[in-house]
């Protein structure tokens, strides 16, 4: 295996080896707000943030005409 990865059995089934270009900056902005030791963790974390991502702005798309004006605050 390789050094320095952390990954579960499951998990090493469903990677899948990519070869792409990665802006140096970006990857290293994702890297440290995400946390990541690795650029590949930083690759592998910013995916599962843009399907979170999804999948709250379509929650909050089918749930926006249910809340009636006023139900709650703003800070």
């Known amino acids: 295996m390789y050094a320095g990865l952390c990954y579960n ?3 090493k089934s469903r990677l899948k080896r990519k ?3 990665v802006d140096e900056k ?3 902005e994702a890297r440290r707000a995400l946390g990541a030791e690795t650029d ?4 592998r974390g910013a995916l599962r943030e843009v399907a979170r991502m999804r999948t709250l702005r379509r929650f909050l798309t089918k749930t926006r005409a249910s809340l009636p004006r006023g ?3 703003a800070p």
């Open 9 to 11: 059995r499951h998990m």
């Open 40 to 43: 590949a963790e930083a690759v």
């Open 71 to 73: 139900s709650f605050s």
């Open 26 to 28: 970006e990857l290293d």
């Open 19 to 21: 070869s792409f270009f």
